[in-house]
């Protein structure tokens, strides 16, 4: 057991999925994998261990925010020995060609700040995926039919954002999309000689103001869970 996570020794596979939203953990656990345990639910953060294909599986919540991904990616990667972490989050689309449902697999992740910026001190740090789970994403994805969108998206502090510079700025970089966690994820996964990769799915678009509701997200989710299952475990 750590600080944040209640799981005995062993109950945290090797590979965990990281979705935000703990619910999230839920839903796709039951969806997708077999014999489900629930492994942790302190502070009501959910994890669940299954196996998809015999392959041993954690789907676990990391909350909003880098600080609380932080907190989660650090256990589970130096307490319980996780080797493979992919994020399976929902962003704001930045690029007119980027749409709603669509999927969008991070390259690198640009931020303001990262929780590890203290140890970095001078240093912008260029947080990356792992290429393996990368390249295997984007053969998953063409294999169930979707078209990804591969490159660099930003990683913000903030969900209400009062900075329409910067948005603008990060636009006309080509970012391709929004999200809260995965800068982080990539510089601890680096850090700790782990693999990393986020994949998200457009939930809302910022230029369009489009948004999907609470349905619509779940059932557009599927897509990148299985891409995520099919990446840590390609053929
Ligand atoms: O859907 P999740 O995985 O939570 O990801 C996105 O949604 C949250 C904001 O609503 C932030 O965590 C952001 O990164
Ligand atoms: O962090 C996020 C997630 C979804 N949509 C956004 O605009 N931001």
Same mark, same amino acid.
């Given at each position: 057991m750590t600080v944040h996570i209640g799981a005995k020794? *062993?109950?945290? !596979?090797e590979t965990v999925l990281l979705p935000g939203d703990p619910k999230r953990a839920e839903w796709a656990a039951h969806s997708f994998? +077999? *014999?489900? +345990?629930?492994v942790n639910d302190v502070r009501g953060m959910l994890g669940y261990t299954g196996t998809w294909n015999g392959h041993r599986v954690t789907i676990h919540g990391s909350g909003m925010g880098m600080s609380s991904l932080s907190i989660y990616a650090n256990e589970l990667i @130096?307490? =319980?020995? !996780?080797?493979t972490l992919v994020r399976i989050g929902s962003c704001g689309a930045m690029q007119a060609h980027v749409a709603l449902r669509d999927v969008v697999i991070a390259m690198t992740a640009s931020s303001i /700040?990262?929780? /590890?910026s203290a140890i970095l001190r001078e240093v912008n740090f260029a947080p990356c995926a792992d290429w393996g789970l990368l390249h295997a994403a984007v053969t998953a994805a063409k294999a169930r039919g979707v078209n990804p969108h591969v490159g660099g998206i930003y990683s913000s502090d903030?969900? =209400?954002? +009062? @900075?329409p510079d910067l948005t603008e700025q990060m636009t006309r970089h080509g970012t391709l999309a929004v999200e809260m966690e995965a800068a982080e994820l990539y510089t601890l996964a680096a850090r700790h000689g782990a693999r990393a990769l986020a994949i998200l799915t457009v /939930?809302?678009?910022?230029?369009? *103001?489009e948004a999907l509701d609470s349905t619509a997200r779940e059932s557009s989710f599927g897509d990148m869970v299985e891409i995520a299952l099919m990446a840590a475990f390609p053929e």
């Open positions: 020794p *062993g109950q945290i !596979a994998l +077999e *014999g489900v +345990e629930l @130096r307490d =319980y020995g !996780a080797k /700040s990262t929780p /590890s903030t969900f =209400y954002d +009062e @900075r /939930s809302d678009h910022l230029q369009t *103001g």
